[in-house]
Nanobody
Framework: QVQLVESGGGLVQAGGSLRLSCAASGRTFNIDAMGWFRQAPGKEREFVAA????????YYADSVKGRYTASRDNAKNTVYLQMNSLKPDDTAVYYC???????????????WGQGTQVTVSS
């Protein structure tokens, strides 16, 4: 099993930036990709971005493309989500999860972290 712990959320004004971190431990050799998802109150959990665990390939939701950057540091077993030009609509609880590279559905990701709150004020 893989254990995931997110950090880095907080309150930021529109146009600002935040960087989220997700530290993995346990059976990390089984990880194919790390995904980032978010869930706003009353909404379904949605895909944000993902990064290959063994390489550096990434893919993004259209809503964040050009503003968010996913990356990983295998030496630290940690992935990051750099979020720039934040908007109030980006407000949500952000989660990282391990799953198959290429997937955008939360249903195929497991080993979820506890989530971290991101709030963007207007």
């Amino acid at each position: 099993q893989v254990q995931l712990v997110e950090s880095g959320g907080g309150l930021v004004q529109a146009g600002g930036s935040l960087r989220l971190s997700c530290a993995a431990s346990g059976r990390t050799f089984n990880i194919d990709a790390m995904g980032w998802f978010r869930q706003a109150p009353g909404k379904e959990r949605e895909f944000v971005a993902a990064v290959s665990w063994r390489g550096s390939s990434t893919y993004y939701a259209d809503s964040v493309k050009g503003r968010y950057t996913a990356s990983r540091d295998n030496a630290k077993n940690t992935v990051y989500l750099q979020m720039n030009s934040l908007k109030p609509d980006d407000t949500a609880v952000y989660y990282c999860a391990a799953g198959p590279y290429g997937s955008r559905s939360y249903k195929y990701f497991d080993s979820w972290g506890q989530g971290t709150q991101v709030t963007v004020s207007s």
